[in-house]
């Protein structure tokens, strides 16, 4: 077990970025020390927090009571004797490296030893900051962008001599406070600023080039991106200083062509202070402008790939979930056609005498390969990942097609495996638009090939010969669920959430959920699970038996080792009664109704608030869904698995070819209210 847990966060720096680090730290729950250089500092970072709460409170983010309870989680002080008990700390100083080495060396005297220390640097190598710390192993680089508190990304760096361990620790801490981390070698610009920061730059070369004016680069960019903000606009809002500082450091790492464009050097030592955004846009100039701007990125995302800084996808998840682009660089790649994207750049590393990259050169026809399923070893265990963070990992065939591949190799290693998703989800459940087009193109059997699919990876879980361990950190809805029910045990953070929302949505749980929920928690609460959709949190769901252990997020890991180590699951038996006295009335209610009396008013709630909210909640779903359901869940229950799973296989297509069907899930994808058949009256 690691000599690592972090269950307490501190910030040292409460500015811009500290105090929203320390803001998003606490919003989740967790307690945080927030330091400064002196009180009245320490309470210039208490009031940035209090005034983006308050905007939260006007803006119906979250209640007052919340806004308290989430300030109630930080301690401002300039005293650092109370960093002695804390378990991760976040430097936010000023990037100045003295400043931040003499921080490192006060933290090594007053923190315990298994304290992690993190550095949020944008333009130095941990190393050398770690270097100033009595024992360097424990630190590792934290790189969050602004605003700290909304952004989710975070690029997580071991220098060379980071403990492994500390490094997993440091990842589960940033699981914890709701980031999506990405892991990074301890190299210049780390990912995202690597070919983000040339990216604004080469919108000044355009400039100075006189290839286009600012309003249309902006325009340009914005088109070719499709991001909200062009570069120019960009750089107003984060203060030009700062883009030309961020390309020389840049450009004195790495190559001349990372030096700031001349008429950036310029813009800023002339004091001439904000970029004139405003203009005329010239349309014909789109093509121009964005060739040159993705020419760049392709370079530097290859490049740094090839380097090893990281990995295509990281490198994509950076861009997507940091900078709001809606592809990553690599899925921009492809999208464009290895050919062109090749000649794109070739304009870029002719120019400066730089090597094409060689995932660049490479790069077949068909696009460079993106795993959207990781595997590797965490601990003691094989690890397989669904790594679509900002989708929220949700299933779709290419997912099914690599998972099933990445768990067939996993059971080669003889390691147990844990099954986890890369974000704040587990699995949000299935890719709606891939049912919805293929619903519209009449194309349903892809539909069902796809969840026969998920049958048979869900199935090859309970034949392998290793257990298989759900390590379910957040949301698990509908299809992730599924899959989490389909492992031998769960294991949920206390951040967990599970639900089956498909029959508001006019389906049905068809990847195993009816039958596998009904053989953990009974029959009865398998029906309120499924006709309700109402979600259910770990505790919860741990009382009724859905999950087998909720821990914190830093015991997560352990836990999963210590399911594996029990082997295999026993064959699941549906309880025949209730497993927790909490839920009795619901137990009791949901096994005497069927859907029908309970539509009908025929069911006596007897003023039971659940029930009648329940009742009402059904009310709102598909009929012909709750029917599928319903007939599904007490077929099942009198046949053994595999042939209540076939029964479910066989009933899907009655759902998603029904009109709720195609309603519900078109609803889903076009943010409205689902408008469901009336319930054919008995
Ligand atoms: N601003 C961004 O967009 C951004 C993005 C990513 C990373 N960063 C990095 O985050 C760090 C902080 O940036 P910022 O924009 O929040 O700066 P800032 O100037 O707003 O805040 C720095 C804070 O650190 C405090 N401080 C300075 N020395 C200290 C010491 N010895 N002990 C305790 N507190 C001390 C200062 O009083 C100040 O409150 C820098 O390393 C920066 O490169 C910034």
């Not at 984060?238 to 813009?267: C, K, R």
Request: hydrophobic share 45%; proline share 4%; net charge negative.
């Amino acid at each position: 077990m690691s000599c690592y847990e972090v269950k307490k966060f501190a910030v040292i720096g409460a500015g811009n970025m500290g105090s929203g680090i320390a803001q998003k730290i606490a919003t989740e729950g967790l307690p945080v020390v927030l330091v400064d250089l002196d009180d009245q500092k320490v309470e210039r970072g208490m009031n940035i927090i209090r005034e983006m709460l308050q905007q939260g409170v006007e803006r119906r983010i979250f209640r007052p009571e919340k806004a308290e309870a989430i300030l109630a989680n930080i301690t401002g002080t300039s005293d650092w004797t109370q960093l002695g008990d804390v378990d991760l700390v976040v430097e936010a100083v000023f990037e100045n490296l003295d400043v931040k080495r003499q921080v490192f060396a006060r933290l090594s005297e007053v923190t315990k030893p298994t304290c992690i220390l993190g550095t949020n640097t944008s333009s130095f190598l941990v190393k050398d900051i770690a270097s100033a710390a009595t024992n360097p192993e424990r630190v590792v680089g934290l790189h969050y962008f602004f605003h700290p508190a909304k952004n989710r990304l975070v690029e997580v760096i071991a220098h060379e001599g980071t403990d492994p361990a500390a490094y997993s620790a440091a990842w589960a801490a940033q699981e914890a406070m709701g980031k999506t981390p990405i892991d990074s070698a301890d190299a210049p610009g780390f990912v995202v600023n690597r070919y983000f920061v040339p990216w604004i730059n080469e919108s000044v070369r355009l400039l100075e080039e006189g290839i286009a004016n600012i309003a249309t680069i902006d325009w340009a960019a914005k088109k070719a991106f499709r991001i909200g903000m062009g570069p120019f606009e960009l750089m107003n809002v984060t203060g030009v200083p700062i883009s030309m500082h961020a390309a020389n450091t840049l450009g004195q790492d790495l190559h001349p062509f990372y030096l700031s464009a001349d008429a950036l050097t310029e813009q800023v030592e002339s004091g001439r202070g904000d970029w004139e955004v405003e203009g005329d846009i010239d349309e014909s100039k789109l093509d121009a402008v964005a060739d040159r701007l993705l020419g760049v990125v392709f370079y530097v995302a290859t490049q740094l790939i090839d380097e090893g800084v990281s990995s295509v996808e990281d490198t994509d998840i950076g861009a997507r979930v940091g900078l709001r682009w809606s592809m990553g660089p690599i899925q921009l790649v492809n999208r464009n056609g290895a050919d062109r994207a090749r000649s794109l750049a070739e304009a870029i590393t002719s120019k400066w005498k730089l090597a094409m990259p060689k995932l660049l050169a490479e790069a077949p026809a068909d696009g460079i390969p993106i795993q959207l399923v990781a595997s590797g070893v965490r601990g003691s265990m094989a690890s397989v990942w669904i790594n679509r963070p900002d989708a929220m990992n949700a299933l779709n065939p290419d997912v099914g097609a690599q998972l099933d591949a990445a768990m067939q190799g996993a059971y080669t290693t003889g390691k147990g495996v844990m099954l986890g998703g890369n974000g704040k989800a587990f699995i949000a459940g299935a890719d709606i638009k891939f049912f919805v087009d293929h619903l519209r193109a009449n194309t349903y059997d892809n539909i069902q090939n796809f969840a026969a699919h998920g049958h048979e990876i869900l199935n090859g879980m309970s034949a392998a010969s290793v257990p298989v361990v759900a390590r379910m950190q957040g949301l698990a809805l509908g299809g992730g669920a599924e899959m989490a029910l389909g492992c031998d045990w769960i294991v949920a953070s206390s951040k967990a959430m599970i639900g089956f929302p498909e029959t508001g949505i006019g389906i049905f749980p068809g990847m195993g959920g009816t039958q596998r929920l009904t053989r953990r928690v009974g029959a009865p609460l398998a029906k309120y699970l499924v006709y309700t959709g109402q979600f259910v949190d770990a505790k919860s769901a741990m009382k009724i038996g859905l999950i087998d252990a909720v821990t914190d997020f830093a015991g997560l890991d352990a836990t999963c080792e210590s399911y594996a180590a029990a082997g295999k699951a026993p064959e699941r038996v549906a309880p025949n009664t209730c497993p927790d006295a909490k839920w009795q009335a619901i137990w009791d209610f949901f096994a005497s109704y069927s859907v029908d009396q309970m539509l009908n008013g025929e069911a006596k709630t007897d003023g039971n608030p659940v029930l009648d909210k329940a009742v009402k909640t059904m009310g709102f779903k598909s009929y012909n869904a709750l029917k599928v359901a319903e007939n599904l869940i007490n077929e099942g229950a009198l046949l053994d698995l595999p042939a209540a799973l076939a029964c479910e296989l066989r009933d899907l297509r009655a759902a998603f070819t029904h009109a709720d069907g195609i309603e519900g899930l078109s609803s889903m994808i076009e943010g409205r209210r689902p408008s469901f058949q009336a319930p054919a009256r008995v």
